[in-house]
Nanobody, 126 residues
């Protein structure tokens, strides 16, 4: 069993930055791809970014490419999401998740992820 706890969310003005963290406990996640998703009110949960098990490969949604950066520190069992140039449309609850397959490259599909955190709220004011 893996527990994921996100932190770092908050209220920020448009153009500002936030850094989200996701700490995994229960077992190491160093052999698994990790993902960030977000869900705005009244909308489905959507893919934001993913990183493969080693950190060598990343993938981003078009809406955040060039503004967000996903990274990981396997020694700390933690994955990060650096968010720059934030826009009001980035407002959502952000979730991290663990891929179901070891040594995978990551995925944009929610169904591939088995463990999810409780989420952290990000609000961007205009």
């Amino acid at each position: 069993q893996v527990q994921l706890v996100e932190s770092g969310g908050g209220l920020v003005q448009a153009g500002g930055s936030l850094r989200l963290s996701c700490l995994a406990s229960g077992r190491t996640v160093s052999a698994y791809a990790m993902g960030w998703f977000r869900q705005a009110p009244g909308k489905e949960r959507e893919f934001v970014a993913t990183i493969n098990w080693s950190g060598a490969t990343t993938d981003y949604a078009d809406s955040v490419k060039g503004r967000f950066t996903i990274s990981r520190d396997n020694a700390k069992n933690t994955v990060y999401l650096q968010m720059n140039s934030l826009k009001p449309e980035d407002t959502a609850v952000y979730y991290c998740a663990v891929d179901s397959s070891r040594f995978s490259s990551g995925s944009r599909w929610r169904e591939r992820y088995t463990y999810w955190g409780q989420g952290t709220q990000v609000t961007v004011s205009s």
